[in-house]
């Protein structure tokens, strides 16, 4: 049975240690705005300066200084093409590539000129997202005074926008069209030079370096433009600089939709 007058002589006691519970949370909540929070962003700090390290851009005169990783090429498809690439830092110093041309057994050979090395934008652009995330928690540091919650999350969503932006590089390469792909300057570092009708591309995907090859066949004038591209992509694993233990595999080439007129296009690698 409901004692509706002894319930009402208790709302001052409840009243009272509402007002003494909410004022504990408000104090926890202000501990946490003033020491958790930068103590977890100290951590995240810590992890992107890392991250940033594995980025570097070597020390103008020690390039030399900085580690150089060999890769040997293999194609999944028939060994249509083998070879070595050297990665320093952010950049293709050297490449030595052999491609047996389709339907033939004549092998072709090509390298870098020894003035020219070929720079990863992809890398590039992702350091330069995290050092952004960087700069942003470095904008509030320990004598910074969080007011609100709202505060944290803003600074949090800006830091994630840049690590987003820097995975995003690393896991989706830029799509070229084969006339893009052809005036580009990687077509100009070879020796011998390239044919006209074969092109490469160097690129990032997750964890992995890759090499595609393209051989063009020009199509007679009144054959329809129905392209089927086959081949794979050649894969292979970077190193610690991107991470530290992936295996080597292939996958499925992929075409780009633009292509020169009457030019039919098979991905050789």
Not at 218 to 230: D, E, G, I, R
Request: hydrophobic share 35%.
């Amino acid at each position: 049975m409901l004692h509706p007058q002894r319930s009402l002589s208790e709302l001052p006691k409840m009243s009272a240690a509402s007002q003494v519970e909410r004022a504990v949370l408000e104090e926890e909540f202000n501990w946490l705005l003033k020491e958790e929070v930068h103590a977890v962003l100290k951590q995240l700090q810590e992890i992107l300066k890392e991250a940033s390290r594995r980025f570097s851009m070597p020390t103008p005169g020690l390039e030399s200084q900085q580690k150089q990783e060999n890769f040997i090429l293999g194609s999944s498809t028939m060994d249509q093409v083998k070879g070595v690439l050297t990665l320093q830092g952010e950049a293709l110093t050297q490449a030595d590539i052999n491609l047996k041309v389709a339907k033939s057994s004549q092998v072709l050979h090509f390298q870098f000129r020894e003035d020219k090395q070929w720079k990863l934008q992809q890398i590039q652009d992702a350091r330069n997202h995290v050092n952004q995330a960087l700069l942003l928690l470095s904008s509030r540091d320990d004598t910074y005074q969080f007011k609100t919650g709202a505060e944290v999350n803003k600074l949090m969503d800006a830091v994630m926008l840049q690590l987003t932006r820097a995975r995003n590089r690393l896991t989706t390469p830029a799509s070229l069209t084969l006339p893009e792909l052809a005036t580009s300057g990687l077509m100009k570092m070879f020796t011998p030079p390239m044919p006209g009708d074969v092109m490469v591309n160097f690129y990032i995907n997750l964890s992995k370096l890759c090499l595609t090859v393209y051989q063009l066949h020009v199509l007679p004038p009144n054959t329809t433009k129905n392209f089927k591209p086959t081949g794979s992509s050649v894969l292979h694993n970077p190193g610690a600089m991107l991470s530290p233990s992936s295996p080597a595999s292939g996958t499925t080439g992929r075409s780009d939709p633009a292509r020169p007129p009457q030019t039919k296009l098979t991905n050789q690698v």
